[in-house]
């Protein structure tokens, strides 16, 4: 196992037991490869939703039909970009979050590993996806627009045009920290 996998499985809860999910309720799955880049995916642009056109880690809200939240976020990330979890190894999840603009919602990350890059097809509530290496994205604090106006945020860059942020950079921040990178 590599150094950073020790090392980020330390900070995990584990994967079993499950939780069990419910109202108000997500789930995100952080895809990792053996060489620390996850898959992001960036939302399609729709006026009612609050994260519209953000890059964010695939995934969505607990249904009534799932059994719990690992049952979620399968369902959600086969839906959206058609890979299929129970090829990946789950490693834990990170405690649940809120996000800023909805703090009712408890999103759960679960971390996943892959020894390679799945296929990814994505469906209409995506725009495109990319695999990104962890170590090499740039952070940096920056004003941005939101549903409450523009909010100083931590975040961080792939590129001049791609910035991550919101509760998807406090998830990678959190990842990053666990494996003793500093950002």
Not at 86 to 102: E, N, T
Not at 116 to 133: C, Q, S
Request: net charge neutral; aromatic share 8%.
């Amino acid at each position: 196992m590599t150094e950073w996998l020790v090392k980020l499985s330390k900070c995990l809860l584990p994967f079993n037991p499950v939780p069990t999910g419910g109202d108000n309720w997500a789930g995100v799955a952080a895809i990792l490869t053996l060489e620390l880049e996850v898959l992001l995916v960036k939302r399609a642009e729709k006026p009612s939703d609050p994260w519209s056109g953000d890059w964010a880690m695939p995934g969505g809200k607990w249904s009534g039909h799932d059994t719990d939240l690992y049952d979620t976020i399968r369902r959600e990330v086969m839906e959206e970009t058609s890979i299929d979890l129970s090829s990946l190894l789950p490693i834990g999840w990170l405690p649940p979050r809120s996000p800023r603009i909805r703090p009712e919602l408890k999103i759960m990350p679960l971390i996943l590993l892959t020894s390679n890059k799945p296929p990814v097809v994505i469906n209409e509530e995506l725009k495109d996806y990319r695999w990104v290496a962890l170590r090499n994205l740039v952070f940096e604090r920056r004003y941005m627009k939101s549903m409450r106006g523009e909010v100083l945020a931590d975040v961080y860059s792939m590129d001049k045009n791609n910035i991550i942020w919101g509760i998807t950079a406090r998830i990678i921040k959190e990842i990053l920290s666990c494996i003793g990178v500093k950002t």
